[in-house]
């Protein structure tokens, strides 16, 4: 099993510098390129400093020349927010400087919020069909003298230019929930990656078992890989398991607040959210986090990544956004490089 590490930018205060949080990115960066983890993987977000990478292409580039050997992995690039033939170049050029090391992490989207301001009028469903017009695009750009003529882009022959380093392009990995866009993938040779929300392991499984199903609708297309990216945090004991469960559920509740679309935001900032409705909410809580994310002492933690490396899965990535402090975060990735990581070498 390779393990990587998916970070971002994480703004929750006016307080925070900014400058200062992009040192601490790098930080976590390099920690896992020096710790032996396989890749480090950061996503595209506008206008919320809730995750603050408005183009990822720029953070991998600069971290290209900070690390040594870490994969360097969109995670992920919203599709409708791209020409294609822009996209294929961008990643080609991003793939020459950082000398083959990019993977391209590739989604619809996740929030209504960046819809309204980078596509007014588009849903999720629109989002989605305009990823799977991107893919087979991008395939064919990276080959160079294609041309199309879709719904939502057409173009007369064209290339990407410059082409990728790698041959075929950048591995494409797409985030993938329900068993069309699994599908989709495995159909068109890309690598899947999926994340759990709320409902633990039982999800993980079932998500497998789709991936599976998939696989097995495409018996001659080589098995692609899958990644499970999950919050993770190792604690020192138990007190600091609940400190952190009580701190990542405070994270899931603004995760769910952004999603929702419904209250006031000013300077990339949602409207502070009170400690009665943290406590409100439906189905988010510590205990639930406890449940359904890896948030565990190193011991109970290799249990839990055990499990997922039997039913298959290739990657784990340790998800650290979680508005804890940069130290809190520095601390659980050293213990899950020092602890964790060798039980499965």
Same mark, same amino acid.
């Given at each position: ?71 360097? @992995?969109? @995670? ?11 996209? *294929? ?26 819809? =309204? ?11 989605? =069909? ?16 294609? *041309? ?15 082409? $990728?380093?790698?041959? @075929?392009? $950048? ?21 899947? =990656? ?21 696989? #097995?609708?495409?018996?001659?297309? $080589? ?12 604690? &020192? ?41 943290? &406590? ?5 809580? $510590? ?8 948030? #565990?002492?190193?011991?109970? *933690? ?44």
């Amino acid at each position: 099993m390779h393990f990587s590490l998916f970070v971002h930018m994480e703004r929750t205060s006016p307080d925070q510098d900014q400058r200062q949080l992009y040192d601490d990115f790098l930080a976590l960066a390099k920690m896992a390129d020096e710790g032996g983890m396989h890749a480090v993987w950061t996503g595209e977000h506008h206008g919320m400093d809730f995750t603050i990478s408005p183009n990822p292409f720029l953070n991998l580039v600069d971290l290209a020349r900070q690390t040594k050997n870490v994969r360097l @992995g969109t @995670g992920t690039i919203v599709a409708p927010f791209w020409h294609p033939i822009r996209l *294929a170049g961008e990643a080609a050029m991003a793939d020459m400087i950082v000398e083959g090391r990019l993977d391209l992490g590739i989604a619809r989207g996740a929030y209504n919020y960046e819809y =309204q301001r980078m596509m007014p009028g588009m849903d999720a469903w629109e989002a989605g =069909q305009r990823m799977r017009e991107i893919i087979p695009a991008l395939q064919g750009l990276w080959q160079g003298d294609y *041309a199309q003529d879709g719904e939502y882009h057409a173009f007369p022959t064209a290339t990407s230019s410059p082409k $990728p380093v790698q041959d @075929g392009g $950048p591995p494409i990995w797409v985030a993938a929930r329900d068993p069309n866009t699994h599908e989709f993938a495995v159909e068109n040779r890309c690598h899947v =990656q999926v994340t759990p929300l709320w409902q633990g392991d039982e999800e993980i499984i079932r998500l497998m078992e789709t991936f599976n199903a998939a696989c #097995a609708k495409f018996p001659d297309v $080589p098995r692609p890989r899958i990644m499970l990216l999950n919050h993770t945090y190792i604690a &020192s004991d138990a007190e600091d398991v609940r400190l952190a469960a009580e701190e990542i559920n405070r994270f899931y509740c603004y995760f769910g607040a952004w999603f929702k679309n419904e209250r006031p935001v000013s300077q990339g900032l949602i409207k502070t959210l009170t400690d009665e409705e943290i &406590s409100a909410h439906p189905f988010y809580s $510590p205990e639930a986090m406890i449940r359904d994310s890896v948030i #565990a002492t190193p011991e109970d *933690a290799i249990k839990r990544i055990k499990a997922y490396e039997d039913l298959g899965y290739d990657e784990y990535s340790f998800w650290i956004d979680s508005g804890m402090s940069f130290e809190r975060k520095k601390a659980s990735l050293e213990r899950f490089i020092k602890d964790v990581m060798p039980a499965f070498a």
